[in-house]
């Protein structure tokens, strides 16, 4: 069956950085979109970057410039290097896959990022 494992999440002080990995099964990983979103307490699920299967990536406007989404098809892993944390960026960070043609979706089981001093 079809597997996402993020790791990675954790505390961290303000200014501090983490990596966030997810490594997938069951699919044939180099087709898939892969992106990472997150939620916090009382807000809605949004998304913070994504990468096509070709390694074209976007991110969300509030994290541009400090996290950078990257993948690698010989690992089936996508990673998020998250830098310059800030306490807003505390959240449960999910990752996706996604084969949009065949209308294949899947999502990973979260991992908690907490920004605190």
């Known amino acids: 069956q079809v597997q996402l494992v993020e790791s990675g999440g954790g505390l961290v002080q303000p200014g501090g950085s983490l990596r966030l990995s997810c490594a997938a099964s069951?699919?044939?990983?180099?087709?898939?979109?892969m992106g990472w979103y997150r939620q916090a307490p009382g807000k809605q699920r949004e998304l913070v970057a994504a990468i096509t299967n070709l390694g074209s990536a976007n991110y969300a406007d509030s994290v541009k410039g400090r996290f950078t989404i990257s993948r690698d098809n010989a690992r089936n892993t996508v990673y998020l290097q998250m830098n310059s944390l800030k306490p807003e960026d505390t959240a449960v960070y999910s990752c996706n896959a996604n084969y949009r043609i065949i209308g294949r979706n899947y999502w990973g089981q979260g991992t908690q990022v907490t920004v605190s001093s």
């Open positions: 069951g699919i044939t990983f180099n087709m898939y979109a």
